[in-house]
């Protein structure tokens, strides 16, 4: 038998993923939700933990009544699972206390892994696992690791490299070498606890957790195999579908390998999907591609056929779905995190995996309505100076779930500025002024926003025989008499424009700052 019905399932896939991002994000110092992102990624391994630890009860369940059934031939063989058990349960318990020290050392002594108080804590997984007693607890785990990669690897076949490959690579030890020349690498205990938050910390124990768990459940499923070795006889087919993905990016392949459970060398079955014959790899396994060209979910259906004992055709149906997102990169500088009142404010949120109209979000202190992938979101009246919350939320399989949130200012629009000719002070052509049609207000070149004002009212004023001569307007144009007023002032004189008023969106009225202009 080969160690490949073994592959990494789509779900440890996405945990890895999901992994490599977020440790990427703690690397540039992005601030905000990353410790929650972390907790997130915890309670996905934790899930998934649990779904491995399903799978092995029931191979175990196998084991044993197979060893019922058949004492001599089973009987070894479950007690090689048996001790693989312990092995596993030993290791996993040893992890388990570590992390309880962690919490506790961080917290109190009446800490739990689920609840804690310390998730940014930086300097405790490195004094529990590095500088205290020497670094010895860490040296200890990772013989303990080693000594249980060792454990397993006694079991498999030097001959069943692809399995083999995946113990060895998922329980690597390993110190990481810097791929900066001259630097030097970098221990695996350095990887796992030094410079990082306690809630990233766990995160990565609890991935070696899960990799011992789905490692020991490669072992005994490939012992379990090995019961009925050189037999031709199967009492159950099962169609297997093995995509290289659920999640697939716009753009990017699906690739879907497609096999039974039980397979016959030289009896090869036929595969058929969406009505054409798919092609089968060396090893008998038919292999479905397609370029994914759109987003949303996609569902294929198919069927497998082989020739059965009795010389008849057997038949299976098969089918998969996956997603197909959008790639997407979000960038939230948190001092930029402003909602305008009076104001559209788009926002975009995307959830990659899931559908937008799966996504639900709730805005705190702010109306929204939806226009396409955008969010248009406008403040209530009244909450300038506070803030909005925005909680995301996401339907997995028929279940609400929270995913994060994310916290913006409420601000007033700022007032825009009164100019003329373009300038709001300093020297002007007389010739220029006069040729111009009134006051404007023009918003600063540092508001993004495509905002008018309208300026509803000014006054004009000079100095004239030693007297200030003012005039009047009641909307943004230069009247006659100010005109005529402006004709009368000599060049190196002063004007004045001032008491301008102009209405924005939101309709209240704004006073704007004066205008001063010394004539040329």
Known sequence: MSGGNCPETPRQKMIGMMYLFLTAMLALNVSGDLLQAFQLVDESIQQSIKAVENKNRKLYNEFYNAKESNPKKAEETYNDAEAIRKAADDLFNHITDIKLLMVRTADNPEATLDNYIGADNQDVAAQV?????????????????????????????????T???????????????????????????????????????????????SNLRNAQSDVVSYLLTKIDEGSFKFNTIDPIVIPNSNYIIKGGKYTAKILLAARDSLNKPTVIVEGKKMPLTSDGKGLYEVVANSTGKRTWKGEISIIGPDG?????????????VQPNVVISPTKMNVFYEGVD??????????????????????????????????????HAGGKSIVTVYANFEGKRQRLGS???????????????????????????LLAQSGVFAEMGDDFDFDLKFKVTGFNVSVLKNG???????????FTRVQTE??????RGS?????????VGPDGTTRKLGSITFILD
């Open 345 to 382: 404010n788009p926002v975009e949120i995307s959830v990659p995996g899931v559908n937008s109209e799966d996504i639900k979000v709730d805005f705190k202190n702010a109306t929204y309505k939806k226009k396409g992938d955008e969010y248009i979101v406008k403040p209530k009246p009244g």
């Open 129 to 161: 696992m590095i500088t205290e007693k020497g670094g010895q607890r860490s040296l200890d785990l990772i013989e303990k690791i080693e000594d249980y990669k060792k454990t397993l690897l006694s079991y498999v076949d030097e001959r069943d490299t």
């Open 485 to 490: 007023l402006i004709k009368g002032v000599s």
């Open 467 to 477: 007297y200030l001569v003012e005039e009047p307007s009641k909307n943004n144009k």
């Open 494 to 502: 002063k004007l004045f424009i001032d008491n301008v008023r102009a």
């Open 312 to 324: 008849n055709i057997k038949r299976y149906p098969i089918s998969e779905s996956y997603q197909v």
């Open 163 to 209: 399995i083999r490959n995946n113990i060895t690579n998922s329980l690597s030890t390993e110190a990481k070498k810097s791929e900066i020349k001259g630097e030097p690498s970098h221990s695996w205990q350095s990887q796992k606890f030094e410079h990082l938050p306690l809630s990233a910390s766990l995160a990565l124990m609890s991935s070696i957790q």
């Open 406 to 432: 994310g916290e913006f200012r409420i601000k007033r629009v700022p007032d825009p500025v009164a100019m003329v000719a373009g300038k709001k002070e300093g020297r002007i052509k007389k010739s220029l």
